[in-house]
């Protein structure tokens, strides 16, 4: 982790799909600009929208499109700007919902707000730890977040047999036989007061949410590097994005990287 010294003052380049040329937005302690810039609407009135939520995403991409570097990582690509808008993201949330393979691959733990954003999350009623989600078909979760309190499953009643009482019932989100309903998956967790969903992928989940009209807002941040033919994109697999197209909300500038905010129609 880099300290607030180290990170880049943003150009605020577009805002709510207006040019905003002049502002400038420097690392701050609780981060006012870049709050309220990035803050979750109330509700999304989007048609197909989860009642009562609002569903980000946040992904970096290379210029070339590939989701991680040559660790098949997403640490590898991203760096101090991307960090600062990862962190506040965070902090805005109510819960991160990230598939069970990512979780593997970039060695989740349990997520706890930097101190120096912990004034903003205060703002927003959230505790200093925010609560994870791990979405697994199999039922698949590794043993150090399983007695977590502040880690939700989020499975089918398939891998809900598998895990066998592995995770107390309460922390089990259960949606779909086989597969999972993510629909009926995110309606729960805005029924627990966990309205300001954050999804920080992999690719698999990011397409599905997509595929299934689901996502109201996508963050992604353009790496100043390119990783060559066979690296995976930000979204992998079968589904089809449903709906229109996307409209630019804002643009961030920090020297080389780039942070865009996308509304979905």
Known sequence: MTSLSD?????????????AGGTIL??????PGLGLLLAHPATSRREGAVPGAWVRANMISTVD???????HRSGSINGPADLRVFE?????????????????????GPIEVPAHLRGLRA???????LVLAVVTRSGEVPEHLRADATVLVVTSSAGAQRLDGAVPPERLVVAGTDDVDLRAALTDLA????RRILTEGGPHLLADLL????????????????AGPGAGRIVAGDAVPGGGGLRLATLLRARDVLVARWRTA
């Open 65 to 71: 499109g590939a989701a991680w570097g040559h660790d």
């Open 211 to 226: 595929g299934d009209g689901l996502v109201d807002d996508l963050c992604v941040t353009t790496s100043p590097t390119a």
């Open 26 to 31: 420097p690392p701050e302690t609780d981060e």
């Open 88 to 108: 506040v993201l965070r902090a805005l949330a109510d819960v991160v919902l990230v598939g069970a393979g990512t979780v593997r691959a970039e060695g989740y």
């Open 123 to 129: 703002e927003q009623g959230g505790a200093d730890r």
């Open 7 to 19: 990170r880049p003052t943003f150009d605020l380049l577009v805002a709510e799909g207006a040019t």
């Open 191 to 194: 029924g627990r007061g966990l």
